[in-house]
């Protein structure tokens, strides 16, 4: 098991009458993006909270950067829970500082990089004011910066652009991208399907407590098939009842076309053109978005 960052065989969990996680199997690769993905009670933070020895499973192994006891391991992991706060009076620059400390550092190493991080992510002013003046995209964001500021081998980060702008959500995703070009792993849960297929290598998809699929994002999005996106002006009320459509996720100015077999896209396509200006018509895989539809709520959710 010790050749993943993160391997699972058969783990569950049970709370009470709830199995939270049943038989879950799963090996994340040292080096990777891995999106863990599920609707809200699926069963994503149970498993991420096992991982860090949060939890313990009640049944199955796991094994954390090559060790069966997560705890052991504990200062080389980075962790932003879902469920997130700032000890609101200390000064920012105290808390990163603070955070460093805790995973080991010096007090005078976890101060300069907390100074570092902070003024590099448009935070420098705010180093000497206290938590409680931040704004909640300003926290979030400083509770990332806690998360890394050890420069941890393995990060978790449970819904990290919660709160943000999409300034702020383009900083954070370069940041991902920037540790992971370092050879670090990051485990990324969300439950917003955009997100995890801009920046996944790899998805883990989570349903009730039971592993729904799990691979590299390409072959994921490969095995569903082709699909036609549009991007139109005009009444997308005419997309549904069109001969040889099967399936319709339509966002209001473009929309996501699946055919029923033997349908073809040129058919479809000279249909459109008389109902809607069309300004974009492609033939690619499926979305993320829609392959999580089909698995979590069936081929014709």
């Not at 879950?24 to 891995?34: A, R």
């Not at 902070?118 to 300003?138: I, P, Q, T, V």
């Not at 077999?261 to 018509?281: N, S």
């Amino acid at each position: 098991m010790s050749d993943h960052a993160i391997a699972l065989s058969g783990v569950s969990k049970r709370f009470g009458d709830v199995l939270a996680v049943d038989d879950v199997s799963l090996e994340v690769p040292y080096g990777s993006v891995y999106g863990f993905l599920g609707p809200n009670g699926a069963g994503k933070t149970t498993t991420i909270r096992m991982i860090m020895s949060i939890f313990y499973p009640d049944a199955g192994r796991l094994s954390v950067l090559g060790s069966p006891n997560p705890e052991a391991v504990k200062d080389r992991l980075g962790y932003l829970p879902e469920e997130k706060g700032l000890y609101k009076k200390m000064k920012t620059g105290e808390l990163l500082t603070y955070f460093g400390r805790l995973k080991g550092m010096t007090t005078a190493d976890a101060k300069g990089k907390a100074r570092e991080m902070l003024d590099r992510f448009g935070l420098g002013e705010w180093h000497d004011k206290k938590c409680d003046a931040l704004s909640k995209g300003m926290g979030q964001k400083v509770q990332i910066l806690g998360t890394l500021i050890h420069q941890p081998e393995l990060v978790i980060l449970d819904e990290p652009f919660a709160g943000l702008d999409p300034v702020n959500v383009q900083v954070v995703r370069d940041l991902i991208l920037e540790i992971k070009r370092r050879g670090t792993t990051v485990i990324f849960s969300t439950h917003v399907m955009e997100q995890a297929e801009q920046i996944c290598d790899s998805i883990f998809l989570i349903n009730k407590g039971h592993k729904v699929l799990d691979g590299p994002l390409g072959e994921v999005k490969a095995s569903g098939g082709q699909g036609i996106v549009i991007d139109y002006d005009g009444d997308g009320s005419v997309l549904r009842g069109l001969p040889g459509v099967r399936r319709v996720n339509d966002a209001g100015k473009s929309a996501e076309i699946f055919l029923g077999d033997g349908a073809k896209p040129q058919d479809l396509l000279r249909v459109l053109v008389d109902r809607l200006e069309i300004r974009r018509f492609d033939v690619r895989e499926p979305s993320l978005h829609e392959i999580f539809l089909r698995a979590v709520g069936g081929d014709d959710a």
